[in-house]
C-alpha cells in the first residue's frame, strides 16, 4: 500500500511511474490515491496594494521555489481571453475596486495548482498572493478545498496606506493596469480594510500570521521574510 503521506517510501520504478503519470494527465483525472501525494501546500500572501506583495513573492520563489499564484494577475488574465465567460464581468468588478465572486477565483486558483502539479508532481508548494479578501472568498476557499490543500500560514505585508498608493501610481506610469489611479485605488483600500483586514485578524487570532513591515526598502522587507521562511521550513 502506497505510503498517504510522502513519495519517499516509493520504490524508484514506481516514482518514475508517478512523474510519467504526471506528465501525461491533470491532476484531477489521477486516482484518488495518487492525488494524495500531490496536496497543495499553500501560504496566503496578503496586504494592501503596493504593499509589495508580488515583489517579495518572486524572491520567495527563487530562494524557495515556491509556486507564485496571484490571485488578480489570473483575474487579469482571464478577463483578456477572447473566449471567457468572465471577462467583461471581472473587468467591471476590477475597475470599481470590488470583489470578484469566489467562485470564478477559487476555480482560477484550483485550476492553476492542478496544472502545476501535473507538469511535475513534487512542485506542490503554492504562494497565492490577495487571496482570502473577505470572508466570501474564505468560506468558499474552506468549502471547495477542505481536505484538498493545506494552509500553512498567511505572510501579511502590512503597510501605510498612503505609502500603498504612492507605490501604485508609480508603477501606473508603466503598468498598463486600469486600476493603477487614485480613484480605483481608494476604493481597493477601502475594500481591503473592510473586508480583508478582519480576515488577517481571524487569522490572527488562530496563531497563523506572520507580519512583516512592507513600508521599509524591498532589501530590507525581503530579510524578514527569510527569518520567517527558514524557521517555517
Partial sequence: MLCRRCCCCLAPAARVSLRTLVGLGTASSFPPRLLLLMKPVVVFVLGGPGAGKGTQCARIVAKYGYTHLSAGDLLRDERKRPDSQYGELIENYIKEGKIVPVEITI???????????????????????????????????????????????????????????????????????????RESLEKRLHTYLESTKPIIDLYEKMGKVRKVDASKAVDDVFGKVVDIFDKEG
Fill in 107 to 181: 476555480s482560477l486558483l484550483k485550476r492553476a495548482m492542478d496544472e502545476t502539479m501535473a507538469a511535475n508532481a513534487q512542485k506542490n508548494k503554492f504562494l497565492i498572493d490577495g487571496f482570502p479578501r473577505n470572508e466570501d472568498n474564505l468560506q468558499g476557499w474552506n468549502k471547495t478545498m477542505d481536505g484538498k490543500a493545506d494552509v500553512s500560514f498567511v505572510l501579511f505585508f502590512d503597510c501605510d496606506n498612503e505609502v500603498c498608493i504612492n507605490r501604485c501610481l508609480e508603477r501606473g506610469k508603466s503598468s498598463g493596469r486600469s486600476d493603477d489611479n
